[in-house]
């Protein structure tokens, strides 16, 4: 079965521009969650999304939104990029929202200028 | 708020031998901890989980031991191997007026020396 997938896997945005990353879950799974991990830290939680509604919110700004679909997958929404965007995001699928195994996709680079 | 981290950023093993990987947490409501290896350019692996009413639990070759009563969890590694070698992240999971949450620690780079 294939893992978890993401795309772009590289990414080079503007300050000011707007992005959008995709993450396909795991088949059967019907939770996705988004991180944020800056280079040299542990990741950041930024939402969990299960069966199309979110269930669980980070501590970021609302320039970062984010949306499940009917099959699953999702996308991550970042506006007005700024420098400190710079990171890897990372998509972690799981069955459900409780104590479940989390997946890790390799994750986006994304690069802001 | 809530915070995890680890004890130590780096650690070095001679291969063979045990390792063990310390982690504090300060959100005593958190019910879910786990364990997370991160090998360069890729995502974090799971290795091992434990509910908050449990101490122990073991897998292949890794223990975990949580400590409610400080708040310490930790990762035990018998006969490290090269392949062990990655960056290991602690993670807990709690509930907030904002739903799920997941912390994880700064992690603790692992070298296996042959």
């Known amino acids: 079965d294939a893992g978890v997938t993401q795309s772009p896997t590289h990414l080079i945005k503007t300050r000011g521009q707007h992005v959008t990353l995709r993450c396909s879950p795991i088949?059967?799974?019907?939770?996705v969650s988004w991180y944020q991990q800056v280079l040299g830290q542990g990741p950041q939680f930024i939402f969990q999304y299960y069966e199309k509604e979110e269930r669980g919110r980070g501590n970021f700004p609302d320039r970062f939104s984010a949306r499940q679909f009917p099959n699953y997958s999702s996308e991550l929404n970042v506006n007005a990029l700024l420098l400190g965007d710079s990171a890897l995001y990372l998509c972690?699928?799981?069955?459900?929202?409780?104590?479940?195994?989390?997946?890790f996709g390799p994750g986006t680079r994304l690069t802001v200028t | 708020g809530e915070s995890v981290g680890l004890h130590l950023p780096t650690l070095s093993v001679q291969e063979g031998d045990n390792s063990i990987i310390n982690c504090a947490y300060s959100?005593?409501?958190?019910?879910?901890f786990i364990w997370y290896k991160q090998e360069s350019g890729k995502g974090p692996q799971f290795i091992i989980d434990i509910r908050s009413n449990m101490d122990k639990r073991q897998g292949q070759r890794v223990t975990v031991l949580l400590n409610k009563t400080v708040k310490h969890l930790s990762l035990q590694i018998a006969a490290t191997q090269p392949g062990d070698s990655a960056v290991y992240f602690c993670?807990?999971?709690?509930?907030?007026?904002?739903?799920?949450?997941?912390?994880f620690g700064t992690g603790t780079s692992l070298t296996v020396i042959p």
């Open positions: 959100n005593s409501a958190s019910d879910y």
């Open positions: 972690a699928s799981s069955p459900g929202t409780g104590n479940y195994e989390q997946y």
């Open positions: 993670a807990e999971n709690s509930w907030s007026n904002t739903g799920n949450q997941f912390y």
């Open positions: 088949s059967g799974h019907k939770s």
